[in-house]
């Protein structure tokens, strides 16, 4: 079973830094797109990067452009976002998203759990 599992979360003060990972598991033939959204309370899910699959095209949300970081580790089937200079404005749920072909099914869309990103001080 395919399965997308998010990590780095937690509570930072406002200018802090925080990374965080989102691993693929189960029985892949390939992964291509990524992408990590997030959803604050009372608002919409928003797209915040995306990340082709060799890594050599990125995309971000103009709210973040310049202090978050999208990356991905295709040996370890793992996207990364390093988010830096957080503000309290990106205080929300993050979650992960894959187009993933698995060895035996269709390719579809998968989501991660989510992972609780707090900006307070």
């Known amino acids: 079973q395919v399965q997308l599992v998010e990590s780095g979360g937690g509570l930072v003060q406002p200018g802090g830094s925080l990374r965080l990972s989102c691993a693929a598991s189960g029985s892949i033939f390939s992964i291509t797109t990524m992408g990590w959204y997030r959803q604050a309370p009372g608002k919409q899910r928003e797209l915040v990067a995306t990340?082709?699959?060799?890594?050599?095209?990125?995309s971000y949300a103009d709210s973040v452009k310049g202090r978050f970081t999208i990356s991905r580790d295709n040996a370890k089937k793992t996207v990364y976002m390093q988010m830096n200079s957080l503000k309290p404005e990106d205080t929300a749920v993050y979650y992960c998203?894959?187009?993933?072909?698995?060895?035996?099914?269709?390719?579809?869309?998968?989501w991660g759990q989510g992972t609780q990103v707090t900006v307070s001080s």
């Open positions: 998203n894959a187009y993933i072909v698995p060895s035996a099914t269709p390719g579809r869309v998968y």
């Open positions: 990340i082709s699959s060799d890594g050599s095209t990125t």
